[in-house]
């Protein structure tokens, strides 16, 4: 716990109690990471699995209750202003951030027949260009010579197909190249970056039709819960991962295709 006294984590896209967002912050608070979270509940409450509107504020009492610092803010990630305001914000209220997770993300249901450039530009401007600009703005006000941790959530585009998710695999692949260079760039800083791709979770948008598909392709008998990729994220920015950056993990439980 000393080692980690004034570490503070910036979790993107963390709007419901279920979902790998809320996770993360989690599982980092339990390891004495002070927690700074945005989230965007507009955008559940379009989706089929819908929101409660008071669930980041639960979470942040829940948060608290671990002992650790934590503050959020709802951010609409695809305003151009969107990096220097969370950035501001996380310096205001708890410090100079060492973490940035990129959780974010958009998602619909598109193919060849009927994609549009208002829905790619959507996909776009949250899954390729905020989590650029963030990572940008967030190197650009590193302090520290080393303990940097940048960590992108991908999706397993280049283990497989994604049919009828057209626009959300396009966007996400290119998170993939992101990594890879941004890695590079911004390892004389002391800043690692991995992206990590957790395969089929269930955050509470599976059928138990969907659930029974998918168990059999999964060696270990169940289907991916949000702690397990709260886990493997824990891993990446702790010390012990200063060696790793330039990689996407797939945290997927063998899953088979």
């Not at 997770?101 to 450039?117: K, Q, V």
């Not at 600009?133 to 303990?147: M, P, T, Y």
Request: hydrophobic share 35%.
């Amino acid at each position: 716990m000393d080692q980690l006294k004034g570490k503070i984590a910036i979790i993107t896209g963390v709007s419901r109690l279920k979902g790998i967002g809320a996770a993360i912050c989690q599982e980092l608070a339990e390891s004495g990471y002070h927690i700074f979270f945005t989230y965007w509940t507009e955008y559940d409450k379009e989706m089929p699995w819908g929101i409660e509107s008071d669930e980041p504020m639960k979470l942040q009492e829940e948060l608290w209750k671990k002992g650790i610092k934590v503050s959020c803010m709802e951010l609409d990630l695809t305003q151009n202003d969107a990096p220097e305001q969370l950035m501001n914000q996380v310096s205001e209220q708890l410090g100079h951030p060492d973490i940035l997770i990129n959780n974010a993300a958009y998602s619909t249901n598109n193919d060849f027949s009927n994609i549009t450039a208002e829905e790619l530009d959507q996909h776009y401007l949250v899954n390729v260009r905020a989590t650029t600009l963030l990572s940008s703005k967030f190197a650009q006000r590193f302090e520290k010579k080393s303990g940097g941790r940048i960590v992108n959530l991908t999706s397993g585009q280049f283990q497989g197909p994604m049919p009828g998710e057209l626009a959300y695999a396009t966007t996400k692949g290119a998170v993939d190249a992101l990594t890879l260079t941004l890695s590079a760039e911004l390892a004389p800083l002391g800043i690692t970056v991995n992206a990590v791709n957790p395969g089929p979770t269930d955050t509470g948008w599976m059928t138990e039709e969907i659930k029974n598909e998918l168990k059999p392709m999964f060696p270990f008998g169940r289907i991916g819960k949000p702690k397990d990729i709260a886990k493997t994220i824990k891993f990446l920015v702790s010390e012990e991962a200063d060696w790793v950056t330039g990689q996407v993990i797939h945290s997927e439980g063998g899953f088979r295709r």
